[in-house]
């Protein structure tokens, strides 16, 4: 019997796989094709974690599609709301009937004397393998693990009498009123996690190795808002997306251009929010500069207020060990707890460690190359969307559909049937897939391509210039090798 086959198959129906998706409805109108989705639901990220106060760190007029104005008056939207926007861009779209869930791909097999995928997927629900076909392979299952989390081997962890909970598994029953609850951690999701935790609960103590730059951010854009009432909502969307795209680049080139006064001004802007009383040096002020890690956001000073009125307070020490109440600490401090929540981390993929396998010969990522942060050295017809590690993820992955869609459409018009990105410079200079310090990044470099020391190989981490590489760049770049 012969396999089921489409023109495009597009892994994941979170914001990437929506959006490539919705791209190629668009611009590639007679393409065939199909998402197919390892989870039970559309969402990606804003489905699966379920932690209390679970939002996003970028304001949504640039986390939010090009396509599809962002109306809802808070910038710095909840999980709920983000999920609502997807849902209601799947429903305008009308993705649904194009959508498989319960389906995790497996590997996938290039043949190019066919000239075509052909992808193994295991259904969720009863284990059973499918086989699928298709010409292009679109790849938008994120950058994680959705089955679990990282978190570092603790010693004594099972003399603890309560709960230990990582928050990509938070459990919908948890009853944290009136518990000391210890949060693990100092990254994004622990800034989220302890105002959130400290609106019920008896104390959120953030326990953290050392610092993260911590920036205070209104949750509502008055300006948008503002202008939303003036303006058609496309045109307000599209003035106050550029305002802030061109505003978060302004900020970080002078972070990177002035390491020491940026860093100075936002421990400045901490001690305004804490006082001149709160032990900023020892909780607040990291040993790296600005942007060496991505900054955390807290909308409104959410969680300054909490560790101003005394729900929640900040400990900067190691663990030696857990204790049946708590936790000891290397400095011989005890902290009492009823919960521990483990923020530690995500746990890095690359491409969902799905098994490519081209022409027989199985796909090293750590051996390959990056060609323009979307496609793999060597590996025809696959392109891959991941964002931005210092801007809003959606801004590259709108990038890389558009691009998708232009490499089909010229692909169309020239009679090929096979695109692939060839290095020819043995000698090129190469560097780690990403230059940020951050553990869960340096845990996992090994598992992701490495980047050229020049373009197109290499990742600038700039929305501005990719606009002119992936929009109006030339396909035919003498690196892209095409074949009939």
């Not at 043995?426 to 020391?453: H, T, W």
Request: charge should be neutral; aromatic fraction near 12%.
């Amino acid at each position: 019997m012969a396999l089921e086959h489409f023109d495009v198959l597009i892994v994941g129906a979170g914001i990437s796989g929506i959006g490539a998706a919705c791209h190629l409805q668009k611009n590639c109108p007679g393409k065939t094709y199909l998402i197919v989705e390892a989870r039970a639901a559309p969402g990606g990220t804003w489905d699966l974690f379920r932690y209390p106060g679970i939002r996003s760190d970028s304001d949504m007029y640039t986390l939010g599609y090009a396509f599809k104005p962002w109306t809802h008056p808070r910038a710095i939207a909840d999980a709920p709301h983000i999920l609502d926007y997807l849902k209601e861009t799947v429903a305008e779209h009308r993705l649904e009937p194009r959508m498989r869930y319960g389906h995790k791909v497996v590997s996938a097999k290039w043949s190019t004397a066919r000239a075509r995928w052909e992808v193994e997927i295991e259904q969720q629900a009863t284990g059973d393998s499918i086989l699928l076909s298709c010409d292009f392979l679109h790849m938008c299952s994120g950058y994680y693990n959705y089955d679990h989390g990282y978190t570092p081997e603790f010693e004594g962890t099972e003399c603890f009498n309560g709960p230990i909970i990582h928050p990509q598994h938070w459990p919908e029953d948890l009853d944290y009123q009136g518990k000391r609850v210890v949060v693990i951690g100092s990254g994004a999701t622990a800034v989220t996690l302890v105002p959130a935790l400290a609106k019920t609960a008896a104390h959120v103590t953030m326990l953290q190795r050392s610092p993260t730059y911590v920036v205070s951010r209104p949750a509502e854009d008055r300006f948008a808002n503002k202008l939303r009432e003036i303006l058609p909502p496309a045109l307000a969307y599209f003035i106050t997306r550029w305002r802030n795209i061109l505003f978060q680049r302004f900020i970080y080139e002078r972070c990177r251009k002035y390491p020491r006064q940026a860093k100075a001004r936002i421990i400045a802007m901490v001690r305004d929010e804490l006082g001149p009383q709160y032990d900023v040096d020892t909780h607040f002020t990291p040993t790296y500069y600005p942007w060496d890690q991505r900054l955390c956001l807290v909308p409104d000073g959410d969680m300054f207020k909490a560790i101003r009125e005394g729900r929640a307070s900040v400990v900067t020490d190691h663990i030696d060990c857990f204790t049946g109440n708590g936790l000891r600490l290397k400095s011989g401090k005890e902290l009492q707890a009823d919960i521990i929540v483990t923020a530690t981390g995500l746990e890095l993929q690359f491409l969902s460690d799905v098994v490519f396998t081209v022409d027989g010969e199985v796909l090293e990522p750590g051996r390959a190359l990056s060609y323009k942060g979307m496609m793999v050295s060597g590996v025809p017809n696959m392109a891959l969307s991941a964002g931005y590690t210092n801007a809003s993820w959606t801004l590259k992955c709108d990038l890389t559909c558009d691009y998708v869609c232009r490499l089909l459409n010229y692909m169309d018009r020239h009679g090929y049937r096979i695109c692939t990105p060839v290095n020819r410079e043995p000698n090129l200079e190469v560097e780690a897939y990403m230059s940020l310090s951050s553990g869960y990044i340096q845990r996992a470099l090994d598992k992701f391509p490495r980047q050229g020391a020049r373009a197109p190989w290499k990742l600038y981490q700039n929305y501005i210039r990719d606009i002119f590489a992936l929009r109006f760049g030339r396909l035919a770049d003498g690196v892209m090798e095409f074949s009939r």
